[in-house]
């Protein structure tokens, strides 16, 4: 393909619920605009990422080939904020070379139907939206002879006009909508080694949280898998929001301490009262402002409605929980997108096992925990917990 027509390749992106944003949309863009240029940071040549009207455009090194752009664009798919990701070519503001581009484009493609759409946010340009659909459209089916679809057509030429360049492309990426990653604040997730956590943190950054993840471990009653699981889920997740850090407390003993308590169908609720006593400690000194746990209403006997209310009564922190109206399938349908599922259903030695009773309790009541947490000295022992954690950055 020549390169007289066509000139540079680049990557157009295109905002969602950012462009509703009004007063604050500055903010939400150049937010985004800051991770795109951190996540983009893994190549070994620079980029220039412009702020356009509606639009974000990425500008390659001079000469760079499109395998280039595409690799950016896959990247960038994984960005939060943004609903499209289109490898581009960047062409003069002509519309005789838009023209001679237009065929370029179509120059080894032998599509069924196709269809040109142009869209013109410089006003200047002489030639009106239409009339560009006509002349390229025209020009595109007497060279080739392919018909035109303009309700389903097999391809589609877009064509739009910006303030310095005409932007071109035929193909794109769905992206990861939502807000970019920290414009909502900075949030801690309990995370399992199960399939829901991982959903539910992902879900809260596409909200515009950054998250930071607490993992409890049975050790030293059981093996390091379950850190080893957490940290693989925690790559993974990484590549939406990037400078994850992962925090593991070594929870067996005060799992221990539960167990002896005496009351063994109340143990899975005072355990998870515990966590989030702990995991409040925790935010607060790595200021985070809120708990996000994969809790789904009804999957389990924890997660009853009146389970659910006791375990909120441990803190005064917030706990989201984005996935409580999901079923299990709809979180194995998003696990398995985002690529964690895999990972997840991985054996390892969850910490959970360790209290599990014949039966449990459906209906904790507040008062019978406190008794508990009483003679645990919970309030104590969850400042002890958040003093042994360790970090494990990425």
Not at 223 to 228: F, G
Not at 309 to 326: F, K, N, S, Y
Not at 335 to 361: F, M, N, V, Y
Request: charge should be neutral; aromatic fraction near 6%.
């Amino acid at each position: 393909m020549t390169m007289s027509a066509l000139g540079e390749p680049c990557v157009l992106l295109k905002l969602g619920e950012i462009v509703l944003k009004g007063k604050n949309r500055e903010l939400f863009e150049r937010r985004l605009i800051g991770n795109i240029r951190e996540a983009l940071k893994e190549f070994d040549f620079t980029v220039d990422v412009r702020k356009r009207h509606g639009v974000i455009a990425i500008f390659l090194p001079q000469g760079s080939a499109a395998e280039r752009a595409d690799a950016v664009a896959q990247r960038v798919a994984d960005v939060p904020g943004l609903v499209w990701i289109h490898s581009a070519w960047q062409v003069p503001k002509d519309p005789d070379t838009v023209l001679k581009a237009g065929l370029e484009l179509f120059r080894d493609r032998n599509p069924a139907t196709f269809a040109v759409r142009s869209r013109r946010r410089d006003k200047r340009f002489p030639m009106h939206s239409n009339e560009l659909d006509r002349l390229v459209g025209g020009a595109i089916n007497d060279e080739y002879a392919i018909p035109v679809d303009l309700k389903h057509p097999g391809l589609t030429l877009h064509i739009e006009v910006d303030r310095d360049e005409v932007f071109m492309f035929t193909d794109g990426l769905p992206g990861q909508g939502g807000l970019p990653v920290g414009s909502s604040g900075r949030a801690l997730v309990l995370m399992s080694g199960g399939i829901d956590s991982p959903v539910a943190a992902y879900r809260m950054m596409r909200r515009g949280l950054h998250v930071d993840f607490l993992h409890f471990s049975g050790i030293p009653f059981t093996t390091s898998e379950s850190i080893y699981k957490a940290y693989a889920l925690v790559r993974k997740l990484d590549r939406f929001q990037g400078k994850s850090r992962l925090w593991v407390v070594p929870f067996g003993k005060a799992q221990q301490s539960i167990r002896t308590s005496g009351q063994d169908r109340l143990a899975v609720i005072a355990q998870r009262r515990l966590m989030l006593k702990t995991a409040e400690e925790v935010a607060h000194r790595i200021k985070a402002h809120a708990l996000i746990t994969g809790d789904a209403l009804g999957q389990v006997s924890s997660q009853t409605l009146a389970n659910i209310t006791a375990q909120d009564h441990a803190v005064e922190m917030p706990i989201l929980r984005p996935l409580v109206g999901w079923d299990k399938t709809e979180i194995m349908a998003e696990a398995r997108r985002i690529g964690t599922l895999e990972i997840s259903e991985l054996p390892d030695e969850d910490c959970c096992t360790l209290l599990a009773p014949k039966r449990a309790e459906t209906r904790a009541k507040i008062e019978d925990l406190k008794l508990i947490e009483k003679r645990l000295d919970a309030e104590e022992l969850a400042v002890q917990l958040a003093d042994s954690i360790q970090e494990y950055t990425l």
